[in-house]
Nanobody, 123 residues
């Protein structure tokens, strides 16, 4: 099982990026998938989660209203649209998958992890 995150890069404050996470090796169409991020010297923190059906989403307060998580189960892919980026959004972003239809904010709820993609927001 592999989760391949992509789409990171360098962007100015106020700009946008769209991250993708493509899963292979098994289908995750019934599983919750989430995004986390880790800034240098900080713990990995929750960003957003989407249910297996895609009908339910939940966001960290710090990104609510700016980020949107979505998924395309036909392509076994989850996305994170990030708008109005701030310097404090700079981090390595990781996608993760649970084995259940829903998951929360804890890292130990997720069984599968991608390798991470760097997002750098310049002020």
């Amino acid at each position: 099982v592999q989760l391949q995150a992509s789409g990171g890069g360098l962007v100015q404050a106020g700009g946008s990026l769209r991250l993708s996470c493509a899963a292979s090796g098994r289908t995750f169409s019934r599983n919750a998938m989430g995004w986390f991020r880790q800034a240098p010297g900080k713990e990995r923190e929750f960003v957003a989660v989407i249910s297996g059906s895609g009908g339910v989403t939940y966001y960290a307060d710090s990104v609510k209203g700016r980020f949107t998580i979505s998924r395309d189960n036909a392509k076994n892919t989850v996305f994170l649209q990030m708008n109005s980026l701030k310097s404090q959004d700079t981090a390595v972003y990781y996608c993760a998958a649970n084995t259940a239809p829903w998951a929360g904010k804890r890292t130990d709820e997720y069984a599968f992890w991608g390798q991470g993609t760097q997002v750098t927001v310049s002020s």
